[in-house]
């Protein structure tokens, strides 16, 4: 619901989703090139590649395109604002470069133990040699209300990187609520003829943006945790 998602934050601000889809998903290519429609809202492609403009009454949302790309150290990196192919598989810091090089905004996604043991040192590591506005941190909804900042977020934001929040639905029905409940936001002015661009700039920004809404409780953390290991695992293997 468009409206309700405009309501909860910031009514009237400027409205963006950034999608951060897997190699072998093409969604936002198919929704740009009108072979995929959305029922009950209007779908128009922009003057940007990497962005279209789903509109229903009197609000519009810009969706985003993006990749999740996994390294070969097994850390999540997300490419923002930029519409390419990256490979799963290589050095992350060959990936940060990649998607720099491609116009994109990487980010280092935490997500429960994906930050720990061996992956905590390449994590500390891609955050101490990247200068604040090259590369961000992604928070997320799935950390509890009850888990304090991790350490190296906050080292990172110490040292100016910036934090970027997402509600980051997992790959089962219903959990496509959560949707915008965890989110950026920003002051920065939009150029209405280069939103992507404008985005971009700004989510590199050091500590321009700042995080709203609310994270998930204990319980249904719980819940989501365990209806996603189901779906990954549904024979319980």
Not at 71 to 79: D, F
Request: proline fraction near 5%.
């Amino acid at each position: 619901n468009l409206a309700a998602l405009s309501d909860r934050h910031q009514p009237g601000a400027a409205l963006f989703a950034t999608l951060t889809e897997r190699y072998d998903c093409q969604f936002f290519r198919d929704l740009r090139a009108g072979s995929l429609a959305i029922e009950g809202v209007d779908i128009s492609a922009g003057g940007e590649n990497e962005a279209v403009t789903v509109s229903g009454g009197d609000t519009a949302l810009t969706l985003v395109a993006g990749r999740q790309v996994v390294s070969r150290e097994r850390v999540e990196i997300l490419a923002l604002c930029v519409d390419a192919q990256f490979d799963d598989d290589e050095p992350a810091v060959d990936t940060i470069r990649r998607i720099q090089d491609a116009g994109g905004a990487p980010v280092l996604s935490w997500a429960p133990g994906k930050w720990m043991f061996k992956r905590e040192g390449v994590i500390r590591e891609l955050f101490s040699s990247h200068e604040p506005g090259a590369l961000l941190a992604g928070d997320t909804s799935l950390r509890p209300t009850c888990w304090m900042e991790p350490g190296l977020m906050s080292s990172a934001r110490a040292r100016g990187m910036g934090v970027i929040a997402g509600s980051d639905p997992l790959p089962f029905g219903g959990d496509e609520v959560y949707a915008g409940t965890y989110a950026s936001a920003s002051d920065d002015a939009i150029d209405a003829d280069a939103p992507v661009a404008s985005l971009r700039a700004s989510l590199l920004r050091s500590a321009s943006c700042r995080s709203i809404g609310k994270r998930c409780g204990i319980v249904p953390w719980i819940r989501r945790l365990r209806a996603n290991a189901n779906v990954r695992s549904p024979s319980g293997s």
